[in-house]
């Protein structure tokens, strides 16, 4: 019983996670309808940030680990919104190919460019937040594990209540629905999207930080991977859809631990993709997602 | 004859003919030959379901490491047992190895099918990411089949790539991919590219062209695969991943997707250009992605992607003749 305890406390801190950056395909996805390869690598930056200004910080404050994130989301902010400026924008609207294809080429140039920048070394992260283990009953719940699913259940409700309380949140939904529409009453698209941007990459930078935090090293290409999963999340709960990016990364963080666990734990990574080819196999819209019919 | 076979089998000869004198060549140079010639193959069968058929597959390795492995573990094990330690003369090698080959294309042909039949009926990004899913969970099985090297890969696969072999399958490649889209049943893939609703709207089952293309695409990436192992004598499956697929997948994009003449030029660039950049090898993969993206800005078509009437008229006007028929 201990043990099944202890692997859902584990599901849950992953599952955390893969949420704050499933988070933020899902809203691209909702309001451009493409998949932003490159985010998986803002979450990389994310977790370098952290890194640089942890190693100019006392570690083990709460504080400290808190500026640590803001740094971080601040940062990957400005990226995203950068990156959406420069490289799709002057694409919105072409082909969707052209666009995938672009996004996938912003992904490998953040990627080579941070080995260039940072190296290709994997670096230990600092310890920002103060390192604690509490065991109760045979179950060990370290701090670090409290700490993410605390600041990504704070995330996630901050972001329920900007997407659904806030003006900006509203237009948001908007454009997500209907662009041309939201266009005629008013809202303007290039803020919206700019903002789309900055709010997802805020979050996946939240999620490189604390991914580092759990797994303490970090280079260049961690993001691929649970970029990947994250992405694989965001469809398991039905991609635009945010409850459902929240959810299905909670599922999936809750396999992937129990799988480990197992006798198959060397099938770990390929559990997420058999889990994709399932859910677009037999429920494509995803757990929460609602079918539209195509029109010609 | 028919034209097309001429060219084939003229390629084929000429393919003969230079390997036969490949001793006189220099080594680094065969080297880059031989990798530009198993490139082709690739981008030009991928060109088949990412250019004509309009479908985005990012599972090309996936297939090639199928046909590795394949065509590895039988001249390994069969070569061994129907040689000796002798290693038979190089007829029989020869034989052997063509009949890996093929079936190493045969079995990343099922492997082909056995992804596309539940996966082509998604489209776009979800297809690019169940294709990439299954190149990712291909990769974590022969990391696991422990009869296959696991982790470490295949080691000491006998060195039977030639040029002949390589330009041959080049050829076979090219000419079944032109021959296919050029007949009147291949049309069918470029209408499924042009416009699915309106292809299944008059009556074409656009599912199935898209396994053909699937198919035929995945058996000539597991020929290839099985060239690679055999010339570069070791295959692990980490050769496989996510990022060889990509580099196929630009080389298609940067030809013009559905051109073959500019795929093949891509094919050569992509392979000839890393080794002309080693002195700025740390650069190498970031001018690599700025060369991508700011293509995709400027020349979304493709860098080969010409428009060749157009191209014509022009030179007619210089010439001094009536330009009328490329305004037409």
């Given at each position: 019983m201990t043990e099944f305890l202890q692997q859902v406390l584990n599901g849950l801190s992953l599952g955390a996670i893969y949420a704050l950056i499933a988070l933020g395909y899902t809203m691209v996805y909702g309001v451009l309808r493409f998949i932003n390869f490159a985010h998986s690598d803002v979450f990389m930056v994310g977790a370098f940030i952290g890194y640089y200004v942890g190693e100019h910080l006392p570690g083990g404050t709460v504080w400290g680990g808190l500026v640590v994130l803001a740094a971080a989301m601040a940062g990957c902010a400005v990226l995203g919104i950068l990156i959406e400026r420069?490289?799709?924008?002057?694409?919105?609207?072409?082909?969707?190919?052209?666009?995938?294809?672009?996004?996938?080429?912003?992904?490998?140039?953040?990627?080579?460019?941070?080995?260039?920048?940072?190296?290709?070394?994997?670096?230990?992260?600092?310890?920002?937040?103060?390192?604690?283990?509490?065991?109760?009953?045979?179950?060990?719940?370290?701090?670090?594990?409290?700490?993410?699913?605390?600041?990504?259940?704070?995330?996630?409700?901050?972001l329920e209540f900007t997407v659904f309380r806030t003006k900006i949140g509203t237009a948001m939904r908007a454009v997500a629905l209907n662009p041309k529409a939201a266009q005629l009453v008013g809202i303007n698209i290039d803020v919206v999207i700019s903002f789309t941007f900055g709010l997802g990459s805020m979050l996946a930078a939240a999620g490189g930080v604390l991914y580092a935090l759990n797994y303490p090293s970090i280079d260049p290409l961690m993001g691929v991977v649970p970029g990947l999963k994250a992405f694989v999340a965001a469809v398991l709960g039905g991609v635009g859809n945010i409850p459902g990016a929240a959810l299905g990364a909670l599922i999936l963080g809750m396999v992937e631990t129990f799988v480990d666990g197992s006798r198959w734990s060397t099938y770990k990574d390929a559990i997420a993709f058999a889990i994709l080819i399932g859910i677009l196999l037999f429920r494509p819209a995803g757990l929460l997602g609602r079918y539209t019919a195509e029109k010609v | 004859m028919p034209k097309p076979l001429l060219t084939l089998i003229g390629a084929v000869l000429l393919a003969f003919g230079v390997s036969h004198y490949s001793d006189h060549i220099d080594p680094y140079y065969?080297?880059?030959?031989?990798?530009?010639?198993?490139?082709?193959?690739?981008?030009?069968?991928?060109?088949?379901?990412?250019?004509?058929?309009?479908?985005?597959?990012?599972?090309?390795?996936?297939?090639?490491?199928?046909?590795?492995?394949?065509?590895?573990?039988?001249?390994?094990?069969?070569?061994?047992?129907?040689?000796?330690?002798?290693?038979?003369?190089?007829?029989?090698?020869?034989?052997?190895f063509?009949?890996?080959?093929?079936?190493?294309?045969?079995?990343?042909?099922?492997?082909?099918?056995?992804?596309?039949?539940?996966?082509?009926?998604?489209?776009?990004?979800?297809?690019?990411?169940?294709?990439?899913?299954?190149?990712?969970?291909?990769?974590?099985?022969?990391?696991?089949?422990?009869?296959?090297?696991?982790?470490?890969?295949?080691?000491?696969?006998?060195?039977?790539?030639?040029?002949?072999?390589?330009?041959?399958?080049?050829?076979?490649?090219?000419?079944?991919?032109?021959?296919?889209?050029?007949?009147?049943?291949?049309?069918?893939?470029?209408?499924?590219?042009?416009?699915?609703i309106a292809s299944e709207a008059v009556g074409l089952d656009t599912t199935r062209y898209k396994i053909v293309a699937f198919v035929i695409g995945a058996f000539f990436?597991?020929?290839?695969?099985?060239?690679?192992?055999?010339?570069?004598?070791?295959?692990?499956?980490?050769?496989?991943?996510?990022?060889?697929?990509?580099?196929?997948?630009?080389?298609?994009?940067?030809?013009?997707?559905?051109?073959?003449?500019?795929?093949?030029?891509?094919?050569?660039?992509?392979?000839?250009?890393?080794?002309?950049?080693?002195?700025?090898?740390?650069?190498?993969?970031?001018?690599?992605s700025l060369l991508l993206i700011v293509l995709m800005l400027v020349r979304p078509k493709g860098l080969f992607n010409f428009d060749y009437s157009r191209i014509a008229a022009r030179l007619r006007v210089r010439l001094g003749g009536s330009g009328n028929e490329g305004t037409r």
């Open positions: 420069l490289v799709y924008r002057p694409l919105r609207g072409g082909p969707t190919l052209n666009v995938l294809i672009t996004a996938i080429g912003m992904s490998l140039f953040l990627e080579y460019t941070g080995q260039l920048v940072f190296g290709a070394t994997p670096r230990a992260f600092p310890a920002i937040f103060p390192s604690k283990v509490i065991s109760v009953h045979g179950l060990i719940i370290s701090m670090n594990q409290v700490i993410v699913i605390l600041v990504a259940s704070v995330l996630m409700v901050a | 065969l080297d880059v030959i031989t990798g530009v010639g198993i490139n082709v193959i690739l981008a030009v069968s991928l060109n088949l379901v990412n250019g004509y058929t309009g479908q985005f597959s990012l599972g090309h390795a996936g297939f090639m490491s199928v046909g590795a492995y394949l065509s590895a573990a039988i001249t390994l094990l069969l070569g061994q047992k129907l040689f000796g330690d002798a290693g038979g003369t190089d007829f029989q090698q020869g034989l052997l063509f009949a890996a080959l093929i079936v190493g294309g045969i079995g990343a042909a099922v492997a082909g099918l056995a992804v596309g039949i539940p996966s082509l009926r998604l489209k776009g990004d979800y297809l690019a990411l169940v294709t990439l899913g299954f190149g990712e969970i291909i990769r974590v099985i022969f990391q696991n089949v422990e009869s296959l090297g696991g982790a470490l890969g295949l080691n000491g696969i006998p060195n039977y790539t030639t040029v002949f072999w390589v330009y041959s399958f080049a050829a076979l490649t090219v000419f079944t991919v032109v021959c296919l889209v050029r007949s009147t049943y291949g049309r069918g893939f470029l209408a499924t590219h042009d416009d699915e990436a597991g020929v290839a695969g099985g060239l690679y192992g055999h010339f570069k004598l070791t295959i692990t499956p980490t050769g496989f991943d996510f990022t060889k697929s990509i580099e196929i997948v630009v080389m298609v994009i940067l030809g013009g997707m559905g051109n073959t003449p500019g795929v093949i030029m891509a094919a050569i660039l992509l392979t000839v250009l890393p080794e002309v950049l080693r002195s700025v090898d740390e650069y190498r993969m970031v001018l690599y």
